[in-house]
């Protein structure tokens, strides 16, 4: 049974920094390409970050130079460093991870508040 389980989200204030994490099980972690998607109250869902099995890695603008992704096959985890929240970073954030077929988690609610 595969599960993708995101953990870390929660309320920071503007300015603050959390760290995301997206465990996998059940899949072949390291030949899967991975990304954190976001989606708003009322928006569609969008790519936040994503890197392949290779490493490489990509960002929506908005988050360019604030947000971090990278993975750790050994651990079969996925993470997402996000500095200098911003209000407009307040989402749910999934996890996916995607090869042949698409796997998603639950998502993670993290909210930029004071």
């Known amino acids: 049974q595969v599960q993708l389980v995101e953990s870390g989200g929660g309320l920071v204030q503007p300015g603050g920094s959390l760290r995301l994490s997206c465990a996998a099980s059940g899949i072949s972690f390291s030949i899967y390409n991975m990304g954190w998607y976001r989606q708003a109250p009322g928006k569609q869902r969008e790519l936040v970050a994503s890197i392949t099995s290779g490493h490489m890695t990509d960002y929506r603008d908005s988050v360019k130079g604030r947000f971090t992704i990278s993975r750790d096959n050994a651990k079969n985890t996925v993470y997402l460093q996000m500095n200098s929240l911003k209000a407009e970073d307040t989402a749910v954030y999934y996890c996916?991870?995607?090869?042949?077929?698409?796997?998603w988690g639950q998502g993670t609610q993290v909210t930029v508040s004071s």
């Open positions: 996916r991870a995607q090869w042949h077929v698409t796997y």
